[in-house]
């Protein structure tokens, strides 16, 4: 059974930062690309940031790049997003996401706020 803990969301200032993780069980974690998406109220759930099976290639949104950091440890079946610089448009609840060439896998969400 496939399961996601999506963990470090909350509430920070703007300016503020959070790291984000998602521990993931139940498939072979090294197989698949791992990827950040995030939903605001109102809006389409749109891609944050993307890492490669073993790494070696990681895309970022425009909105978030020099901002936001990902990560993953595949020993650990864990990926991560480090949040520098958080800004109120950053507002939305972020969803892990695993995919390979037949399968997708998405966890339930962290909210993260950013306001004074």
């Known amino acids: 059974q496939v399961q996601f803990v999506e963990s470090g969301g909350g509430l920070v200032q703007p300016g503020g930062s959070l790291r984000l993780s998602c521990v993931a069980s139940?498939?072979?974690?090294?197989?698949?690309?791992m990827v950040w998406y995030r939903q605001s109220p109102g809006k389409e759930r749109e891609l944050v940031a993307s890492i490669s099976p073993f790494g070696g290639n990681t895309n970022y949104a425009a909105s978030v790049k020099g901002r936001f950091t990902i990560s993953r440890d595949n020993a650990k079946y864990t990926v991560y997003l480090q949040m520098n610089s958080l800004k109120p448009e950053d507002t939305a609840v972020y969803y892990c996401?695993?995919?390979?060439?037949?399968?997708?896998?998405w966890g339930q969400g962290t909210q993260v706020t950013v306001s004074s």
């Open positions: 139940g498939f072979t974690f090294s197989s698949y690309a």
């Open positions: 996401h695993a995919r390979d060439i037949a399968r997708t896998y």
